[in-house]
Nanobody, 123 residues
Framework: QLQLVESGGGLVQSGGSLRLSCALS????????IGWFRQAPGKEREGVAC????????KYADSVKGRFTISRDNAKKMVYLQMNSLKPEDTAVYYC????????????????WGQGTQVTVSS
C-alpha cells in the first residue's frame, strides 16, 4: 500500500519556476519507484519524470529535459519536481505516481496515483 499527496501547484508566468512536492506514506514507502505524470483536458496522459527507490537513476520526457529535475529524500519520505523555464504548454494537472516496477512508472502505467495538483503557466 502506498499513499501519495501532491502539493505546490499554482499559477506562474512563462519563464518562471515552481516546485511540486509529493508526500509518501504507507508500509515501505521508500521501496517504490516514483514518477510524475501530467494531463491537460483533451490531451493524452504524459509521463514527465521518474526516479528509482534509491534516487540514483532518473529519466525525463524529451519535452522537459534540461528544465525539470526530479529528486527524493527518503528520510523525509518526499519526492520533488523542480520545474524551471516554464512554458504555457506545461499547463496541466500533475500527478505523483508509484509502483514497484521501473517499467511501469517510467514507461507504462503505475498502479498508485495521487489526487493531482494544478499547474497553470500564463503567457
Amino acid at each position: 500500500q502506498l499513499q501519495l499527496v501532491e502539493s505546490g501547484g499554482g499559477l506562474v508566468q512563462s519563464g518562471g519556476s515552481l516546485r511540486l512536492s509529493c508526500a509518501l506514506s504507507g508500509f515501505n514507502a521508500d521501496y517504490y519507484v516514483i514518477g510524475w505524470f501530467r494531463q491537460a483536458p483533451g490531451k493524452e496522459r504524459e509521463g514527465v519524470a521518474c526516479i528509482n527507490n534509491i534516487g540514483g537513476r532518473t529519466k525525463y520526457a524529451d519535452s522537459v529535459k534540461g528544465r525539470f529535475t526530479i529528486s527524493r529524500d527518503n528520510a523525509k519520505k518526499m519526492v520533488y519536481l523542480q520545474m524551471n523555464s516554464l512554458k504555457p504548454e506545461d499547463t496541466a494537472v500533475y500527478y505523483c505516481t508509484g509502483d514497484r516496477s521501473l517499467d511501469y512508472v517510467c514507461d507504462g502505467r503505475p498502479f498508485y496515483w495521487g489526487q493531482g495538483t494544478q499547474v497553470t503557466v500564463s503567457s
